[in-house]
């Protein structure tokens, strides 16, 4: 027997899943150790995992084929602010980009209500102080010519008091995302004073234009890089001490795997790879039922994201904003607000209405019910109208404190003038709206209806949740995907993702595309990384190619497309090809009277994604599953806002059987909820699906 798995550590829990050569899968769950060694939570989920699997640790790892894991500690640190302390190395003249930022600067990622309140947003806190940035006399040209080369001897005199006080190093350097040569002297200087400093480059980090953005990039890739580095070296090192065989793979926010150690040199890669985790499971997923247009919601104990598939593919973007800095690196398209089963709820003091989020209560002190914290959550209403069975959470392997959670909801009760039941029930009704308005933005918004969407319901507790927000959206079907295994989908996509990395060059090439300066491009892109995998570890004959572009009008900086670019020479056909690609999804976008003869069409950067096939995880299969309820409990329903007889079962429905509700279907480490009205059944791939309209209703 041999085992692939993956491992997600998530804000609350570090979920583990592992797949057997039979299609088996197993999953298990424990409380994150962000606040001590975040290894110790992994192990103890690991173990967790060993034990459903009827296995040791020891054994478990030794039998893995396969290891991949995804991490937030680079998100932490930033969030946290407890980073290294980074150096930054700039061109003469240019060392304040990062503390001149964008004209957005103050109000990127803010919270839209307070894009007008002067007074509640400001600049964050520089991640560099202005003491340790440096600046050297070099100067490349836009075209990558050296107008002024580097002299070596005055760049090393001013590195020297530099790095006497700094932990790791960023060179940004202008336009030498065209050029990098001054950039990797420069590193080679930095490692002749200090050998084993970190040093990131911004030719390498994020070659893109946009000098802001980039110095971002790479000063973030330094500030987490030391701590990642170090953690990633002690779980590789937990893991082979208790009998791993197989490298470790991490997994990146662009959806794919790469070799623990090429990882470690750029960690603002890992940043975002949970929820990335989660869009390449569905994706897996997807293919296998057929679901072509996909909303994919992960509802965990910290926050809510959401993903999407378009035809098939999981949609892409290139921006990304964390503690109000703006950089720039390919990434699956994963939006995320606080609004998860540990989201603190409260009573506003001006308007006097119910709040949910952002503030979460983590895994420490966690959700009233637990025990250790005091503050009402969405899992202590969950709890109090009858939803979560204290007995019987994570397993029975967690028990929950019912009384604690009543007392602190009853707080947001009194002060709200409700009673304890419409207190709790607020609480879910607020969240499950905070949910639908973000998938509205995700679909609405951008031109896409979301009924013509399948729905994909998971995280810990998203399927609890699923039958609220998918009905505010007028949505008729929901998926929760695997039953169970949806409580720990994302450490599921991180086990089933192929390794893989995006590799891009800015150009700027109008319509009609000069097919000689594309496959110039091209070409040096696709070299690029066919070398970089081979050095990965990977073998030539296994690097499997796609190309894309980013397109606009040219000089129109708000519309940009992402465009398949076809395999094959590059010849004539070929940019027909793309400018009718390109008409075709501007009018899809922004309609057919949007297009312009005025303006020529712009590719403005090429991307190559060269992945390479790991062992995939199987597709789960359905077991027996449940026909009659176990017991039945009283619920407290909202939207009927009344305690309803509800049928109780303990597992999903088998094959042919179909749930009506009110009913909840408890799963180890979640719970499915059928309101009234509503039906859940089993397809033959293990999902659960829940109709969200009555038979009649979607006939």
């Not at 081979?534 to 606009?552: C, H, N, P, S, Y």
């Amino acid at each position: 027997m041999t085992y692939t798995i993956g491992v997600d550590i998530g804000g609350t829990f570090s979920d583990c899943v592992a797949v057997d050569d039979r299609g088996r899968v197993f999953n298990g769950k424990a409380l994150s150790t962000h606040a001590t060694n975040p290894v110790e939570g992994v192990l103890e989920g690991l173990t967790r995992l060993a034990e459903e699997a009827g296995e040791t640790l020891e054994s478990l790892l030794a039998a893995t084929s396969e290891f991949s894991h995804g991490t937030t500690i680079g998100t932490n640190l930033m969030v946290e602010r407890k980073g290294a302390r980074v150096g930054l190395v700039a061109t003469k003249g240019h060392g304040d980009a990062l503390q001149i930022m964008r004209g957005r600067g103050r109000t990127a990622g803010v919270a839209a209500d307070l894009l007008l309140n002067v007074r509640a947003t400001d600049k964050p806190a520089p991640l560099v102080p202005h003491r340790d940035v440096v600046e050297v006399a070099e100067r490349v040209l836009a075209d990558g010519s050296v107008l002024a080369a580097l002299d070596d001897d005055a760049a090393r005199e001013i590195l020297r008091p530099l790095l006497e006080n700094v932990d790791a190093v960023s060179i940004s350097l202008i336009w030498a995302f065209r050029n990098p040569v001054h950039e990797q002297r420069l590193r080679e200087l930095v490692h002749e004073i200090r050998p084993d400093i970190f040093v990131s480059i911004s030719s390498e980090t994020a070659p893109r234009l946009g000098e802001y953005e980039r110095t971002v990039a790479t000063v973030i890739n330094s500030y987490v890089g030391p701590a990642s580095s170090r953690y990633l070296g002690a779980l590789e090192t937990a893991l082979q001490e208790r009998g791993l065989k197989t490298p470790v793979f991490i997994m990146q926010s662009n959806g794919g795997v790469l070799p623990v150690e090429t990882a470690r040199h750029r960690p603002v890669q890992t940043i975002g790879s949970g929820p990335a985790g989660g869009l390449a499971g569905t994706a897996f997923i997807a293919r296998r039922t057929g679901h072509k247009n996909v909303i994919a919601t992960d509802m965990g104990g910290t926050s809510f994201e959401v993903g999407l598939l378009v035809d098939g593919r999981p949609v892409l973007t290139s921006e990304k904003i964390i503690d109000q800095y703006t950089f720039k690196i390919p990434q699956l398209d994963v939006r995320s607000i606080a609004c998860g089963g540990g989201s603190i709820a409260r009573v506003d003091q001006h308007s006097g209405g119910l709040r949910v989020g952002p503030e979460s209560a983590g895994s420490n002190p966690g959700p009233a019910c637990y025990g250790t914290g005091t503050l009402p959550t969405v899992t202590d209403a969950d709890v109090v109208l009858g939803f979560i069975d204290p007995d019987r959470f994570l397993g029975s392997a967690m028990k929950l404190d019912k009384a604690a959670a009543v007392a602190a909801v009853q707080k947001i009760a009194e002060e709200a003038e409700l009673s304890l039941e419409e207190a709790a029930s607020g609480i879910l009704r607020v969240n499950s709206h905070s949910a639908a308005i973000l998938i509205r933005q995700r679909t609405i918004e951008q031109g896409l209806d979301p009924r013509d969407f399948a729905l994909y319901a998971f995280g810990g507790a998203g399927p609890l949740h699923a039958f609220a927000f998918a009905h505010e959206l007028d949505i008729d079907q929901v998926v929760i995907p695997m039953g169970n295994g949806a409580s720990t989908l994302s450490a599921y996509g991180i086990a089933a993702s192929d390794a893989m990395e995006v590799f891009e060059e800015e150009c700027a090439i109008r319509a009609p595309f000069d097919t000689d300066a594309l496959a110039d491009v091209i070409g040096r892109l696709e070299e690029r990384a066919v070398k970089q995998m081979v050095a990965a570890g990977f073998k030539e004959e296994q690097v499997r190619l796609t190309r894309t572009a980013q397109a606009r009008y040219a000089e129109q900086y708000l519309q940009e497309l992402n465009l398949p670019v076809p395999s094959g020479p590059v010849d004539e056909s070929f940019s027909d090809t793309l400018s009718a690609t390109f008409a075709e999804e501007y009018s899809r976008l922004y309609s057919a009277t949007a297009l312009s003869v005025l303006h020529a069409s712009e590719i403005f950067t090429i991307r190559v994604m060269a992945s390479v096939p790991l062992q995939t995880a199987p597709t789960a299969k359905p077991t027996a599953g449940e026909t009659e309820p176990a017991r039945e409990r009283e619920v407290f329903w909202p939207g009927h806002e009344r305690w309803i007889p509800t049928n109780v079962y303990d597992g999903p429905p088998a094959l042919g059987v179909t749930i009506q509700g009110p009913a909840l279907v408890q799963l180890p480490h979640t719970t499915i909820a059928v309101a009234p009205g509503q039906s859940l059944e089993t397809d033959t791939y293990a999902n659960c699906i829940l109709h969200t309209q009555k038979q009649e209703t979607r006939a």
